[in-house]
C-alpha cells in the first residue's frame, strides 16, 4: 500500500524543472513543498486532456466515485490493487477513460510489530517520478465538483519486499504518455503497465517517529534515524 508520501521538488526554486518535466505549458497554482501527504489532503495530480495539454490539478487523495451517494465512500479508496481493477466498480470506469499522474519525490512505509519502523523511499537518483493514479469527478449537493484521485499499488520489487506486502506503481517515464493518453480505452493496454519498478531504482532509509502523525510537516521528516537503517 501507499499511505504516505512527499512532493518537494516544487515551488520557486524548483517550478520550472517541475513544469519541464511534466510537459505543463500553463501553471496557475501556487505549489509548495510536501514532507506528510496524507489520504483526504489535496495534492497535484497530472491529467492530459482531450486536446494533449498537460494539465495540473489540485484533487483529494481518496477517490469518490462519480456514481457516488455520498463523498464519503464506505471503503478506503485511497489505494486500489492493480490485480483486479476492472472488477471493482468504483476503479472500472477511470481505468478507461481517467488515468493520471501522481508527481511523488518519495514514499513512506512502516515495518514490523507493535511500534513500526518508518522508512522513507526514494529514487537513487533523488529524481520526481510519478506513480500511476486513477481520478473520478463527484458532483456534490451544493453543485461543486470534487476531484479525487487513487495510487495503485502491485506486488513489491526486492527492495521493498523486506517491509511492505505491496508497494505503489512507480510508472516508467517512457510510459507514463501512454498510461494518460485519454484517446487509450483499452484496459489490457494500460494494465500491462502496472508493474513493481526495478529493484536498483530505489533507495530506502528508516525516519524518525514524527512522520507517523499527518498533521507534521517539513524538511526533518525526511531525517535518518538514529542509528539509520539503510537498504
Given at each position: 500500500m501507499?499511505g504516505?508520501?512527499?512532493?518537494?521538488?516544487v515551488?520557486?526554486?524548483?517550478?520550472a524543472?517541475?513544469?519541464?518535466?511534466?510537459?505543463?505549458?500553463?501553471?496557475?497554482?501556487?505549489?509548495?513543498?510536501?514532507?506528510?501527504?496524507?489520504p483526504g489532503?489535496?495534492?497535484?495530480?497530472?491529467?492530459?486532456?482531450d486536446t494533449?495539454?498537460h494539465?495540473?490539478?489540485?484533487?483529494r487523495w481518496?477517490?469518490?466515485?462519480?456514481w457516488?451517494?455520498?463523498?464519503h465512500?464506505?471503503?478506503?479508496?485511497?489505494?486500489a490493487?492493480?490485480?483486479?481493477l476492472e472488477?471493482?466498480?468504483?476503479?472500472?470506469?477511470p481505468?478507461?477513460?481517467r488515468r493520471?499522474?501522481?508527481?511523488a519525490?518519495g514514499?513512506?512505509?512502516w515495518?514490523?510489530t507493535?511500534?513500526k519502523q518508518?522508512?522513507f523511499?526514494?529514487?537513487r537518483d533523488?529524481q520526481?517520478?510519478?506513480?500511476?493514479?486513477?481520478y473520478?469527478?463527484?458532483?456534490?449537493?451544493d453543485?461543486?465538483?470534487?476531484?479525487?484521485f487513487?495510487i495503485?499499488t502491485?506486488?513489491?520489487?526486492a527492495?521493498?519486499?523486506?517491509?511492505?506486502?505491496?508497494?505503489?506503481v512507480i510508472l516508467?517515464?517512457?510510459?507514463?504518455?501512454?498510461w494518460?493518453d485519454?484517446?487509450?480505452t483499452?484496459?489490457?493496454?494500460?494494465?500491462?503497465?502496472?508493474?513493481?519498478?526495478?529493484d536498483?531504482l530505489?533507495?530506502?532509509?528508516?525516519?524518525?517517529p514524527r512522520?507517523n502523525?499527518?498533521?507534521?510537516?517539513g524538511a526533518d521528516?525526511?531525517?535518518?534515524?538514529a542509528?539509520?537503517?539503510?537498504?
Amino acid at each position: 500500500m501507499c499511505g504516505r508520501y512527499a512532493l518537494f521538488h516544487v515551488g520557486p526554486a524548483h517550478i520550472a524543472d517541475f513544469r519541464a518535466r511534466y510537459q505543463v505549458d500553463q501553471l496557475t497554482l501556487d505549489l509548495a513543498p510536501r514532507y506528510n501527504i496524507a489520504p483526504g489532503q489535496d495534492a497535484p495530480v497530472i491529467v492530459v486532456d482531450d486536446t494533449g495539454a498537460h494539465k495540473v490539478h489540485m484533487m483529494r487523495w481518496g477517490l469518490v466515485p462519480a456514481w457516488s451517494k455520498t463523498h464519503h465512500p464506505e471503503y478506503p479508496t485511497f489505494n486500489a490493487r492493480a490485480e483486479g481493477l476492472e472488477q471493482r466498480a468504483a476503479f472500472r470506469g477511470p481505468l478507461r477513460q481517467r488515468r493520471c499522474l501522481v508527481p511523488a519525490d518519495g514514499f513512506y512505509e512502516w515495518s514490523g510489530t507493535g511500534k513500526k519502523q518508518a522508512y522513507f523511499i526514494q529514487r537513487r537518483d533523488e529524481q520526481t517520478f510519478s506513480f500511476a493514479g486513477l481520478y473520478d469527478r463527484y458532483r456534490q449537493a451544493d453543485g461543486q465538483w470534487l476531484e479525487s484521485f487513487t495510487i495503485i499499488t502491485t506486488t513489491p520489487n526486492a527492495t521493498i519486499a523486506p517491509i511492505h506486502t505491496r508497494m505503489a506503481v512507480i510508472l516508467d517515464p517512457a510510459d507514463e504518455e501512454e498510461w494518460c493518453d485519454p484517446t487509450v480505452t483499452d484496459a489490457a493496454q494500460v494494465t500491462r503497465l502496472l508493474r513493481p519498478s526495478e529493484d536498483d531504482l530505489l533507495r530506502v532509509y528508516s525516519v524518525g517517529p514524527r512522520v507517523n502523525n499527518a498533521r507534521n510537516e517539513g524538511a526533518d521528516l525526511l531525517a535518518p534515524s538514529a542509528p539509520p537503517t539503510l537498504f
